[in-house]
Structures are given as structure tokens and as C-alpha cells.
């Protein structure tokens, strides 16, 4: 009788234990289906969630990456905690959560961070510090011209340089009015740098920047028509380009240029908000694979985001960002010795040292290296807004341009050219 | 003593994000201060303090990233620039008061907000507004104050120096002047005192504080956002002076710990920083019916109470 009471104890044991493996078909970590156990390994992110939007997305599905991995192994066998803080788009407080995070938590690294304000604030913190933010969501120019961060999405300059080479060489546009945001490091940066690369093809560009404290989307409108331009390129976050396309509808002007967008308005929300006016007429820039990809680790994504993301935490391109350098660090830290995961210095050598990883949601490989600036994501692909839906008219694609000499040539040096 | 006290142990006891908290604190209890001696010595409602302190920060900013000067240099320039602005802010508001004074200052905070999120503040960059689309210049802070704590102490022997001019000036002539005019600038003329000369001056020593306190808020992060100095901003440290009181250093080291703490308390308990509003809207309720000292007032006058029972 006791040795069936045990014999179904281990059975029952047994089952419990497929039952905690099979709950989510996810592919994590280690994928050992083991629970992390013993002291946790630090890691902190920060997002910006507050006026102009909420870019917690990317923070989310890294938290459910790790909660994810926890279940899974961890790292060498320890549970990851994940530390995330919100910036509120406020300065003073985006280096308060740093200092929090880096200086009293004494985190190893930094994984989603995702905000318009914390990398320009913190980018020097990190750098003296020695430690590495394997970020998610960067919009400005610091966030990819600093020694310590490097990003998963593409940022408004790559994604708007890819949005004005599909406008030439499918739409036919030889002038191009560039429309952004009176941000230096956002706006005049990413517009800079579409005229830089119009007129290293002998052709012309301008750009209108808008006022974030006071936007006008008419007077911006009637500015990028006076330009002379052929095509219009709204380089806006996603409210604010609907606006602005919105006060074009209302002019009737979709015909008589052509559209683009940077990654901003490849929102699920942006092609009902539009309606049928744009259908066929609107073409954005996408920094990953869409959102439905059928790759594996797109797929992946989603089955991690169903099992531990909360319901309405938002399936968007800065989850899929955010997904992405959670995963690249776990990969990274499970190749490190044990001994050595606390270890901030070391750390920051292994994920300095990643080279050639690559993934279905990413058009190029991913790699960091030591150098004073990193876009690894400067290949993307466009999506046409079509019957209230996205299509991809084209597949991936690379770059090119002036800005991306420097980091072809470093890609060389790696090896991965 | 209290300011020895916080000056030992306040850096080694806070943590890396609290010294940073206190940091700032510290740089808007000196701006407070200059709104708090203007309403309480002469009556007159300033709004565009922060604006100022907006100022003060940008020529610090400028200064820093286009001279090697020393940061103690270029303080000193932010403080007199502004010290100017605010003589530029007193030409139309000296005949002035009341609700007049309070709009006109604020539709000069409004214009300086829009100057500020259009142009932005230096980072290094060349020309003029010297502002680059790439990662900030190094900020120099002071030799003696480089890490968070030693600047935390810097900027606590500011504030002291700060409430020290303040005192010196309400207990020499042009605190005696302005209290005449607080009482009726008719009198004040009749008595001999430059109403003009005297207003002027409290709004160049508000503007010098301003200019101070930017400058210092702009070494605590190395550069500085035009968020934080909206015109809203203004109105809100106005108010929380009310709450806290004008008439001493403790209403505005209450007023400061209000605008800067509370919410960053809130955000660490993981509490959605703007819940801080509804209670400041309380607060002012409550000092506006029940303190006009505000909550330093009713504080000094409860120890008061106490000390005199036993």
C-alpha cells in the first residue's frame, strides 16, 4: 500500500511537474522548465510614461521575457529581478531612477529602457559608471551616440532614411519635406539626416519641425507645400501624425504628392484612425518584423507576450524591441562563467562582446562591440496602409546614407561584412 | 545648526537617487525664497519665477559648454543675467500690484516657455543657442563638489548663503523701505523712500536668486529640459509658498519639500506621482481657511504653544 501511495505521489509529482513545463509553449532562456532559485541578479529598466505617451510597451514584454526565463532556468539557475522605473518624461526624474537603479540597487545592466528624455540624461551616468542599457525604445540622437547604450529599434532617423529611400525609388520623389518635431536630438537630427541623404543622391529636401509645446498641423502643412516638395514624410508620433494627415485630407492633397511615415504610425490603431482616404496612399517605415510575422521568434514573442504580459499590455514594435534585448541578454549572461553574472564589469564586457546575433524580428544581425556609438537595426522593411489593415510592400532592406558610413565600417571591423 | 546637521549627514545617509532628490530640492528652495521675501516684504505675487530660474540655468549652460571658466564664474554671471531679467520684469510691473503684477509676470513666464521648448537650452552645440542634435558636452561642476554628495553640500551652503543676504537686506534700509511700501507706497513717497529704486531692487535680488538656483539645478544634471520650467510650474511654487508660508526660511523649506519630495516619495512607493496635486490643492485650501502663516505658522505657533506649557 506505501508503495503505491509513492508510486502516485511521483506520478502525481510528475504530472504537476508537465503540467508547470507545458503551460505556455514559450521559448525561454535555458527552456530547462526549471524554476529559478537563490540569490536574484539585479536588473533595472526605465520607461517614459506620461504626456506625449506611454512607452512602458517595451519595459513590459522584458518583464515577461524574464518572469518567462524565471520558469525556465534563470540564469545558470538564478531568477532574474527586474527593477523598472518610470521617468515620466521629466529629467529630474529620469536620473533619479537611475541613480536608484545603478548607484543604491547596484544593477548589472540595463534592458528595455524606452523614453524620449532618459538616455540624453543618463547616457553620460551610464558610461562613468561602466554599466551597459540594452535599450528598446530610443527616439533621440544620445541613445545612438553614446558608449553605453545600444538600441533594438531603429530610432526616427533609420526609420525615416528607409521610409525616403522607398519614396524614391518606388514612389519617384526627388524633393521631400521632412516633417518632425522641434527636438534637436529628435526632429533635426532624423530630418538632418534625410536631407543629407537626398542630396548624396543629387536630389533636394526640407523639413518643417513642429513646436512639442505648441504643434500647429496646418501651418506645418501649408510650410511643407510652399517647400516645393514632391512627397511629404511625416516623421511624428503617432497622434500627432494623424493630425497632421488628417489636416491633408482635409486640404484633399493625398494625390498630389507622395506619403510616407517612419515607424511612429505602424500602430494596430493608425489605419481605422485614418479610414479610407489613405488606403493605398500611406507607406511607413517598419523597424522590426510586422506584428503578426510568421518567423519563429516573432511567433515566440507572442506566445511569451500571451503567457506572461498582462492582457493589455500593448503586442507593438516596442514590445517585440523590448522582447528582443531581454532575450539577447539572457543569452549573453547564460554564456558568461556563473561566477561572474554579478559581476557589473563583467557584464558589461560580454554584452560589449555580442557579435552576429540574429532573429526573425530583426532584418540585420545585432551586435554591440566597444564603440562611441551602436545602431545595429538600420534595415527595415515598409508596410502600406491598405483597406484598414497593414501589407508589406517590401521585405527587408538596408540603409544606406552619409550617417551610416561610420557604422558600416565598424561592421566591417567585426567581421560582419 | 539644523542646516550644520543636514549638511553632515543628509549626503552620507541618503542614497544615490535621494541625494539627487535633494539636490533639487535644495535648487528650488533658493528660487523660492526670492518668491517668498517679494510676497511677504512688499506684497507683490511674482509667477514667473521658475521662468527666471529657466534663464539662470540657460547661461549657466552656455557659459559652461563655451568658456573653461570655473563653475563659481559662471554662477556668478547666471545670477547677474537674471538678476537683470528681473529688472527688465519690474520696469512694466512697478506700477503695479496685485493681480495686474501676478498676469504680467506670468504672460513673461509664457513667453519664456515658448523661447525655451523652441530653442531648447546648450548642450555644447555652436552658434548662439549652442544646441546640438547629439549627446550633451560634459558639464563641469565644481573642483570641491564633483560627486552627487559633495554638490548636495554645495548647494546647502548656498541656500544658507541665500537666506543670509535675504536677512541682511530685511534688516538694513531696503528692508525698512520695503516694508513701508507694503503697507501703502502713498506713505512710503511721503516719507522719502524711491518706491521705483526699492521695487526694482526686490525684483533684481528675486531674479539673482532665480538665476542662482538654475545654475545650480543645471550643475546637478548637466543639462536641463524645458519642461521644467513651464509657466504652470511658477503658479504651483507660488502656492506651495502660500501653503508653506512666506515669512521664514521654514515656510520655504516646506514649500520646496513639497514640489520636489512629495511626488518623488510617491514615485518610489510606486504611487502615481500626480495624486501629490490633489493633495497641494488641499493643502492651499486648508493654509488659505485656516493658515494665513501658513503651515510653518501653524508649526512655530504649536512649539510655541508646547513650550510655553512646559
Known amino acids: 500500500m506505501k508503495k503505491m501511495t509513492l508510486i502516485s505521489l511521483i506520478a502525481f509529482g510528475s504530472l504537476s511537474m508537465i503540467g508547470t513545463a507545458s503551460a505556455s509553449d514559450a521559448v525561454c532562456g535555458l527552456d530547462n522548465g526549471l524554476l529559478a532559485t537563490g540569490e536574484s541578479i539585479k536588473v533595472g529598466g526605465i520607461y517614459g510614461n506620461a504626456a ?18 524565471n520558469e ?8 532574474i529581478e527586474y527593477m523598472v522605473e518610470n521617468d515620466q518624461w521629466n529629467p529630474e526624474l529620469a536620473a ?37 542599457a540594452m535599450a528598446s525604445g530610443c527616439a533621440v540622437s544620445e541613445c545612438f551616440e553614446s558608449s ?23 514612389l519617384g520623389a526627388t524633393n521631400i519635406s521632412c516633417i518632425g518635431m522641434a527636438i534637436p536630438s529628435v526632429g533635426n537630427w ?9 542630396e548624396s543622391k543629387g536630389l533636394n529636401a526640407s523639413f518643417v519641425l513642429l513646436n512639442p509645446a505648441a504643434p500647429d498641423v496646418n501651418s506645418a502643412l501649408l510650410e511643407a507645400m510652399a517647400s516645393g516638395a514632391d512627397s511629404m514624410l511625416v ?12 489636416a491633408a485630407e482635409e486640404q484633399g492633397i493625398a494625390d498630389a504628392y507622395s506619403w510616407t511615415s517612419s515607424t511612429p504610425l505602424y500602430d494596430a490603431s493608425v489605419p481605422k484612425a485614418l479610414g479610407s482616404y489613405w488606403s493605398g496612399k500611406l507607406f511607413i517605415s517598419a523597424e522590426l518584423t510586422t506584428i503578426d510575422g510568421a518567423g519563429p521568434d516573432n511567433q515566440n514573442w507572442l506566445k511569451v507576450m500571451d503567457a506572461y504580459a498582462n492582457a493589455d499590455d500593448p503586442r507593438d514594435t516596442f514590445a517585440q524591441s523590448g522582447y528582443l534585448s531581454a532575450k539577447y541578454f539572457v543569452k549573453t549572461m547564460n554564456q558568461m562563467a556563473p561566477e561572474k553574472v554579478n559581476d557589473r564589469a563583467a557584464v558589461t564586457e560580454a554584452i560589449q562582446g555580442i557579435n552576429g546575433y540574429t532573429s526573425d524580428l530583426m532584418c540585420g544581425p545585432y551586435y554591440v562591440g566597444k564603440a562611441d556609438r551602436h545602431m545595429p537595426n538600420h534595415a527595415g522593411m515598409i508596410v502600406e496602409v491598405r483597406d484598414e489593415a497593414f501589407h508589406v510592400v517590401r521585405d527587408c532592406f538596408e540603409y544606406d546614407g552619409p550617417y551610416f558610413q561610420p557604422i558600416l565600417e565598424a561592421e566591417k571591423a567585426l567581421g560582419l561584412r | 545648526m539644523l542646516a550644520l546637521l543636514v549638511f553632515i549627514f543628509i549626503p552620507v545617509l541618503a542614497g544615490g537617487q535621494w541625494v539627487k532628490i535633494f539636490i533639487s530640492t535644495g535648487c528650488f528652495i533658493l528660487a523660492a525664497a526670492g518668491v517668498a521675501f517679494m510676497y511677504a516684504r512688499l506684497g507683490m505675487v511674482s509667477l514667473g519665477q521658475i521662468a527666471l530660474m529657466g534663464i539662470g540655468g540657460w547661461v549657466m549652460l552656455r557659459m559652461n559648454h563655451a568658456f573653461d571658466l570655473p563653475f563659481e564664474i559662471n554662477l556668478a554671471v547666471a545670477g547677474a543675467v537674471t538678476l537683470v531679467f528681473g529688472w527688465l520684469l519690474a520696469m512694466p510691473a512697478l506700477k503695479m500690484r496685485g493681480l495686474y503684477l501676478a498676469l504680467i509676470t506670468l504672460m513673461a513666464a509664457g513667453g519664456l516657455e515658448v523661447i525655451f521648448s523652441t530653442f531648447r537650452f546648450p548642450n555644447g552645440g555652436e552658434g548662439f543657442w549652442g544646441v546640438m542634435p547629439s549627446v550633451a558636452d560634459p558639464f563641469r561642476r565644481p573642483t570641491l563638489a564633483s ?10 551652503l548656498a541656500i544658507v548663503v541665500g537666506f543670509l543676504i535675504i536677512e541682511l537686506h530685511m534688516r538694513t534700509a531696503p528692508g525698512r523701505a520695503w516694508a513701508m511700501i507694503r503697507r501703502s507706497e502713498a506713505a512710503a513717497y511721503a516719507s522719502g523712500v524711491n518706491v521705483v529704486y526699492y521695487k526694482a531692487w526686490a525684483f533684481g535680488l528675486a531674479g539673482f536668486l532665480a538665476g542662482i538656483s538654475g545654475g545650480l539645478l543645471a550643475g546637478g544634471l548637466g543639462l536641463l529640459d524645458p519642461a521644467t520650467f513651464r509657466a504652470s510650474e511658477s503658479i504651483m511654487l507660488f502656492a506651495l509658498m502660500i501653503v508653506g508660508g512666506s515669512r521664514g526660511w521654514l515656510g520655504v523649506l516646506i514649500a520646496a519639500a513639497l514640489y520636489r519630495i512629495v511626488p518623488a516619495l510617491f514615485n518610489d512607493w510606486g504611487i502615481d506621482a500626480d495624486i501629490s496635486l490633489i493633495i497641494f490643492g488641499a493643502a492651499l485650501l486648508h493654509a488659505i481657511i485656516t493658515a494665513p502663516n501658513g503651515l510653518s505658522g501653524q508649526l512655530i505657533d504649536l512649539f510655541s504653544k508646547e513650550s510655553k506649557r512646559t
Request: aromatic share 8%; proline share 4%.
Open chain 1, 72 to 79: 525556465n532556468g534563470g540564469i545558470h539557475g538564478r531568477p
Open chain 1, 96 to 132: 533619479q531612477a537611475a541613480a536608484k537603479l545603478v548607484d543604491d540597487e547596484a544593477v548589472v545592466a540595463m534592458v528595455g529602457n524606452s523614453s524620449f528624455v532618459e538616455m540624453s540624461v543618463n547616457a553620460p551616468m551610464y558610461a562613468e559608471n561602466g554599466i551597459m
Open chain 1, 148 to 170: 553605453n547604450i545600444v538600441s533594438t529599434n531603429q530610432g526616427p532617423l533609420s526609420s525615416s532614411v528607409g521610409a525616403a529611400i522607398y519614396a524614391i525609388e518606388e
Open chain 1, 190 to 198: 532624423s530630418c538632418g539626416a534625410v536631407q543629407s541623404y537626398m
Open chain 1, 52 to 69: 506625449p505617451g506611454d512607452f512602458s510597451a517595451a519595459t513590459d514584454a522584458a518583464g515577461a521575457y524574464f518572469k518567462c526565463v
Open chain 1, 235 to 246: 516623421n511624428l508620433p503617432a497622434g500627432l501624425g494623424i493630425a497632421f494627415l488628417n
Open chain 2, 147 to 156: 560627486s552627487d554628495a559633495d554638490y548636495l553640500r554645495y548647494i546647502i
